[in-house]
């Protein structure tokens, strides 16, 4: 097996390949050879090299003409997917050439979604139809290394948090404010600020420690004297926080104060008049240092530069 990929990396062509296709199309070797402005001998000796280095037949003769066997039909279908894929590279390459299409994957901290992000991956939908974007929503840390390995295409978080933040290039955007949430159905105080204290005996749902907004939360509580809470429930997931604030009265937690907002504006939690002691994080733009952006991610960071600050 080995053997035969490295004579087929060595030694296959395209051209091959839409000759099976053109074979499989007309059934006839003379139809095929002249769909691909071939003279029939140089069909038939192309052919002959594929199925040399296949070392198996790849057609046989019928009444209807010329048809693949089972080898054939196998290698046929791998050169209609090669085909399709080739063509799609094409257009893509075309596309990125132009600003009017490709692929952008953009990798974002969770309070920059709402605000930020959305609105702005909203509009350039609307200017690009063609071109594919994918959201990547993770830690600094772990978008950076994203980045690193060209996984991404640009963050939207904090280079603070490398080792090395001076390989980056990091355009400060907005601060991300955090926000107490309950549940619709919590006996809150309404119209008067509430204390991290009255919160005692409340069950949370908290961060992974190697979150950022887990080591906030226990300086907050250290703050106004408290600790941090015993046996909370530990999730990454705003959707899993809402969910388990909904189930229970008696659950507390922590949000960007954008996600929030979100949520809150659709009824399922509330924000607690709780004023937090502690200086918000700024969150920016961060790109490589010697990478070239593509005219997709240049316009979104433009973008961002122009409507970044939350709505």
Partial sequence: MKNTLDVLMSRLRMKQLHLL?????????????????????????????LESMLEAPLFERAKSGVI?????????????????????????????RAGTGGRLTVGTIMGAVPGVVAPIVGEMHAKHPDLAIEIVEDTSARMLGML??????????????????????????????????????HPRAAGREVGLAELAGHRWVTYPSYLP????????????G????????????PLVTVTLLQ???????????SVAK???RYGMLRILPIRMKSKSQTYGI??????????????FVQMLREKGRPH
């Avoid at 390995?149 to 001076?166: K, W, Y």
């Avoid at 189930?247 to 104060?257: E, K, R, Y």
């Fill in 247 to 257: 189930q229970s009265a008696d659950m507390v937690a922590i949000l960007p104060a």
């Fill in 21 to 49: 296709i053109a074979l499989d199309d007309h059934k006839s070797l003379h139809k095929a050879s002249s769909a691909m402005a071939m003279t029939q001998s140089a069909a038939s000796k192309a052919l002959a090299e």
């Fill in 148 to 185: 690193d390995d060209g996984h991404v295409d640009l963050v939207i978080g904090r280079a603070s948090v490398s080792d090395q933040p001076t390989k980056y290039h990091y355009q400060p955007l907005a601060d991300e404010p955090l926000a107490i949430v309950v549940g619709q159905d």
């Fill in 226 to 237: 408290l600790p941090m809470p015993a046996n909370p429930i530990s999730t990454a997931s």
């Fill in 262 to 264: 979100l949520f809150e």
């Fill in 286 to 299: 961060v790109t490589r240092k010697g990478g070239a952006l593509s005219p997709a991610a240049r316009q």
């Fill in 68 to 96: 693949p066997n089972p080898f054939g039909r196998a290698v046929v279908r791998y050169a209609r997917l090669l085909a399709a894929d080739l063509s799609a590279l094409c257009q893509e390459v075309a596309q990125i």
């Fill in 213 to 224: 907004m887990s080591a906030l939360l226990e300086r907050e509580l250290d703050l106004a």
